[in-house]
């Protein structure tokens, strides 16, 4: 749960409530939450009233505008088939970061992931794969993303040259 004091905070839970309609009933500390933690301040796994789970991932205020475009382009790539691309959940207002108190937060629905065979996952066919299968719907599904969110277009040879060099950094073949 890395520090998330105000899960226990006076008016943080009624707060959630109040934002996405999520009575938290309990923390979930059983969880291995996959991805990078380092993407916010804390992180941690709730559970409402029906039994449902979420992740709740808090952050600093200068991140606020990143998060939020990529709040904003993860729901136009569901809305555009990609169901695999993880949305957040917009609050009863629509936005996907309100703040409470000096940070903002935004809430996904939680999915257990498997933890990756390190280093073996590197040489997986299926893996390469699935995740090749993945890249290609991501394609698909962002034709035109451009126009809505102006960004540097998705390259794909640059992305393989990032993850192959992040993969060189946590994985040497030499």
């Known amino acids: 749960m890395r520090g998330f004091l105000e899960l226990e905070a006076p008016g943080f ?6 934002q996405w ?3 938290i009933q309990s923390v979930c500390t059983g969880f291995d939450i996959q991805g990078s933690p380092e993407r916010s301040l804390s992180r941690a796994v709730i559970q409402d009233q029906d039994q ?11 991140k606020f505008e990143r998060r939020r475009r990529v709040a904003r382009a993860l729901g136009h790539l569901n ?6 691309a993880l949305a957040y959940r917009p609050t009863a207002s629509g936005e996907f970061l309100p703040f409470f108190r ?19 996952y590197l040489e997986s066919a299926p893996m390469g794969a ?6 290609l719907d991501m394609n698909r ?15 794909i040879s640059d992305y ?6 992040q993969a060189d950094l946590h994985h040497p073949l030499a």
């Not at 839970?13 to 109040?18: H, K, Q, Y």
């Not at 393989?160 to 060099?165: N, Q």
């Open 13 to 18: 839970r009624d707060w959630v409530r109040a």
């Open 21 to 23: 309609g999520i009575s």
């Open 52 to 62: 449902g789970l979420f992740l709740l991932d808090k952050f600093r205020r200068d």
């Open 79 to 84: 809305r555009k088939g990609l169901s695999k």
């Open 102 to 120: 000096d940070h903002c937060y935004q809430v996904s629905r939680f999915v257990q992931g498997t933890a990756l065979a390190r280093p073996d």
């Open 130 to 135: 699935s995740f090749a299968s993945f890249l």
């Open 141 to 155: 599904a962002a034709r035109g993303i451009g126009t809505i969110f102006p960004t540097r277009g998705f390259v």
């Open 160 to 165: 393989i040259v990032t993850l192959m060099e």
